[in-house]
Nanobody, 115 residues
Framework: QVRLVESGGGLVQAGGSLRLSCAAS????????MAWYRQAPGKQRELVAA???????NYADLVKGRFTISRDNAKNTVYLQMNSLKPEDTAVYYC?????????WGQGTQVTVSS
């Protein structure tokens, strides 16, 4: 099993930046893919970005060119750098890790972008 703890959310003005962190404890190297999802009020949870153990990275179309996902194996941490934030990016952001025998979620961190 892997335990995930997110941090880095907050309130930012439109056009600003935030960096989210997701620290994993447990079998970090057994993780096949780590991803960031978000859920806005009244909406379904959606994939934002994913990074695979192979190095492959995927982004949702809405965040391409603005968000960057990265992974630091030495710190067992995945980051989401969010630039040029828009009010529609406001949501609770969740970290997710999937391995051979687990599918773990963090508790979520609130990101609010004011116009």
């Amino acid at each position: 099993q892997v335990r995930l703890v997110e941090s880095g959310g907050g309130l930012v003005q439109a056009g600003g930046s935030l960096r989210l962190s997701c620290a994993a404890s447990g079998s970090f190297f057994s993780i096949n893919v780590m991803a960031w999802y978000r859920q806005a009020p009244g909406k379904q949870r959606e994939l934002v970005a994913a990074i695979f153990s192979t190095g492959t990275i995927n982004y949702a179309d809405l965040v391409k060119g603005r968000f960057t996902i990265s992974r630091d194996n030495a710190k067992n941490t995945v980051y989401l750098q969010m630039n040029s934030l828009k009010p529609e990016d406001t949501a609770v952001y969740y970290c997710n890790a999937v391995g051979p025998r687990f599918n773990s979620w963090g508790q979520g961190t609130q990101v609010t972008v004011s116009s």
